[in-house]
């Protein structure tokens, strides 16, 4: 203490004043270390990056160091620095919050959605983190309003034509070092996998990219009489002759490519004998996507609208931003014309990827999620609904409307994390040849013997077309490589954007072998049964392989999203669709009273996730016994009671996601004899929906 009282704090505090800019500079450094560790969760992963690409670290230390500045426009400098490394050390907690329980990392798209915040917090945090949260937050307030009143001021004389152009300069240095770093390649400005990104260029960086950069960018030369060039270098349109519309499935398979193709793999037999059987037997080849290891829905936009994510902003999910508040052309919209019925899959949740807010904004009349589907308790060990299930559904989609139908079905089973132990019990495929055995060898055979049931739901799904009525023609491909590090070295097609497809048919198309991207999919199968509407797919059809082909699809597919739609005459012709949740509507019928408290329900096409809701709460006693009846317990309903069939989220929100019409409740006049039951659906089960709710990605992880 005495130590301490000798001190001249004076003279300290002058001192640290003349060198502020090396202080404040180090401190970024110390704190951007602890947002990394935080990110990475581990102290050592931080440390082994910061000295494996020391660039990296110090251009982010720089990003940080750079909002800091702001400082010197204040007399409380200490206060405004304390804020600006609160605020970019609450953004790295949030990250590492969000990482623990997905795959994605946080992005400038869940910043612009933090108002939203509040509602999903329980999605991560327990009760208790809560209120823990709660309690840090108000008490670091309270620090910052002591700070203001007792906290040390800067009393010298504020220069501020001096300040204000170190400010500005340092922004023009930090500018200057962007552009450097990029040009070195030091960082990159295309993000095939964002959460390997986020690895290897650093939180803060990516965090602004994904902030800032989004959308196209307008290209040189906009005008009307460009985009009447490009639409006009397509040649003469021809007009759309079916002799006969066939059915047109799209079926994207999880992270489903040939395992084959790992230089270092040694299997115990091939994974995928039906899809390479298929291969050999219809048209096929490399199939080209945007992302690595996740971003299922970038596949899943290219695949439907025809459009390349190339040029949108890094690692952006056009899912999370122009497609909120836009619609956009796609093969739902055009085949609509033609009189075709639209209809989206997916065995997960309704929300992930907001696809329950997207697809509409793409054109599609339904879209069955899990929440719709009859039986989701087959899933693997890590949670997720196995795909066998999506053969009925296409064939419901089928069967739903007189004229023909084009299903986009995106499957799941094959989706990560993938375990780091041994979790199959008597795996079929054994796996060996990777280096680390906990995290590579169990992973990929977890990894493989998924595919192979996916490889034999490819089998079941076309031995049922096969004999279905109609014509079909199926497309199927892997959305991405799995998330297991694979490096370009590792693959023997000497390419990570890369998976496979087969274009099947019951149709006698001719077998027609190329490589394609998943943009210009819809585009060739289009061609292929005579079909050549659209803007977007017309241009693929006349002008791939062509002079300036990748430059003039940039300007219009700005032209159709964020210009001024000179290529439509000026208006977007397309218009959010009316889509229903299901295909087969949800309907109730009678309720029953079997005993006090416990009624029977009948109707049509409940699911596990059907609960009974009385006067808009929901029963939470409902059990669901089968696709036409369920049983509620814990409720006494009443003469004039308003009751109706809702579809429960699997997400953790629980919300409602559609309703069936409702029926007003009348008292019996005696009590009716129940139908039997199973005894033990006369008691709740732990779990009311009747389903675990899988783990989420990503993002891709994506997914």
């Known amino acids: 203490m005495k130590i301490l009282k000798k001190i001249n704090w004076q003279k300290v505090s002058a001192f640290c004043n003349r060198i502020s800019l090396l202080l404040q500079a180090l401190g970024c450094c110390m704190l951007y270390f602890v947002i990394e560790a ?48 609160a605020f970019w050390l609450i953004l790295g907690i949030i990250n590492g919050v969000l990482l623990a329980n997905r795959v994605t990392p946080f992005t400038g798209p869940d910043l612009k959605l933090l108002s939203d915040a509040a509602k999903i917090m329980n999605k991560y945090l327990s009760p208790t983190m809560l209120v823990f949260v709660v309690i840090l937050l108000v008490l670091l307030l309270l620090f910052f309003v002591w700070l203001w009143v007792k906290g040390p001021k800067f009393r010298g004389k504020i220069h501020w034509v001096v300040n204000l152009s170190l400010v500005i300069g340092t922004v023009l240095l930090f500018s200057g070092a962007t552009k450097v770093v990029l040009e070195k390649r030091i960082l990159s400005n295309y993000f095939g996998n964002i959460a390997f990104a986020y690895q290897d260029y650093g939180y803060p960086y990516c965090l602004a990219v994904t902030l800032f950069d989004t959308g196209i960018s307008e290209p040189n030369g906009y005008s009307e009489n460009l985009i009447d060039n490009i639409v006009k270098s397509e040649g003469d349109t021809k007009d759309s002759l079916l002799e006969k519309q066939p059915n047109i499935i799209f079926l994207q398979l999880e992270s489903f490519f040939d395992p084959e193709l790992v ?58 931003t122009i497609l909120k508040d836009t619609t956009c052309e796609s093969a739902p919209y055009v085949l ?11 065995n997960n949740e309704a929300n992930f990827y907001s696809r329950k807010s997207v697809f509409p904004m793409l054109g599609f009349d339904s879209f069955t999620s899990e929440e719709y589907m009859p039986d989701i308790s087959d899933t693997t060990e890590t949670g997720w609904v196995k795909d066998h299930i999506l053969t009925d559904e296409i064939v419901k989609c089928l069967g739903s409307s007189e004229g023909p139908d084009y299903v986009y079905t995106v499957s799941v089973q094959g989706h990560g994390d993938y375990p780091t132990e041994p979790i199959l019990e008597n795996p079929e495929i054994t796996v060996t040849g990777a280096d680390d055995k906990e995290k590579n060898n169990y992973s990929w055979e977890y990894y493989v013997n998924e595919i192979h049931e996916m490889d034999q739901f490819v089998k079941n799904l076309t031995d049922t077309l096969a004999n279905y009525p109609e014509p079909v023609i199926l497309v199927m491909y892997g959305d991405h490589l799995p998330t297991m590090g694979l490096e ?22 001719e077998k027609k072998d190329k490589n394609l991207s998943a943009y210009q999919m819809a585009a060739e199968v289009f061609n292929r049964i005579g079909i050549h509407d659209g803007t977007i797919f017309r241009y693929h059809q006349a002008r791939r392989n062509t002079k300036n082909y990748q430059v003039d699809l940039e300007a219009l597919q700005y032209d159709l999203l964020y210009g001024k739609k000179y290529a439509y005459g000026g208006e977007n012709p397309y218009t959010k669709s009316d889509m229903t949740l299901g295909v087969l509507p949800v309907t109730i019928g009678e309720v029953s009273k079997i005993a006090d ?48 069939v809702a579809q429960q989220s699997n997400s953790s929100t629980k919300k409602v996601l559609s309703r069936s019409a409702a029926i007003i409740f009348k008292e019996p006049l005696a009590i009716p004899t129940p139908s039997p039951l199973p005894q033990d659906t006369l008691t709740p089960s732990a779990n009311p929906e009747g389903t675990d709710t899988p783990p989420e990605q990503p993002a891709d992880t994506n997914p």
Do not use: C
């Not at 590792?490 to 048919?505: A, E």
């Open 263 to 320: 230089n270092f793999l040694n299997i115990s037999e091939d994974p995928i004998p039906n899809f390479r059987q298929l291969m050999r037997d219809y048209s096929s080849g490399y199939f080209r996507v945007p992302a690595v290891g996740a971003g299922t829905a970038n596949t899943e936009f290219e695949s439907i609208t025809g459009m390349s994510l190339r040029y949108f902003g890094p690692g952006e999910y056009p899912y999370k």
């Open 597 to 644: 408290g416990t009624y029977s329900v009948t109707g049509e096409n409940f699911t596990a996730s059907s609960k009974l809701e009385v006067n808009e709460e929901l029963a939470e006693g409902t059990i669901f016994i089968s696709n036409t009846q369920l049983l509620v317990k814990d409720v006494e309903l009443k003469e004039g009671d308003k009751i109706d």
């Open 336 to 346: 609509k014309n033609l009189g075709y019925a639209t209809h989206a899959i997916h």
């Open 488 to 509: 370009i070295k590792d693959v023997k097609n000497r390419y990570l954007f890369q998976t496979q497809y087969v274009m099947w048919d019951n149709m006698g198309l």
């Open 38 to 85: 935080i990110s990475r969760h581990s102290l050592a992963d931080a440390w082994v990056y910061m000295i494996s690409r020391p660039w990296v670290f110090l251009y982010n230390a720089f990003l940080i160091f750079t909002t800091s500045m702001i400082a010197y426009l204040f007399r409380r400098r200490t206060l405004v620095r304390l804020i600006v490394g």
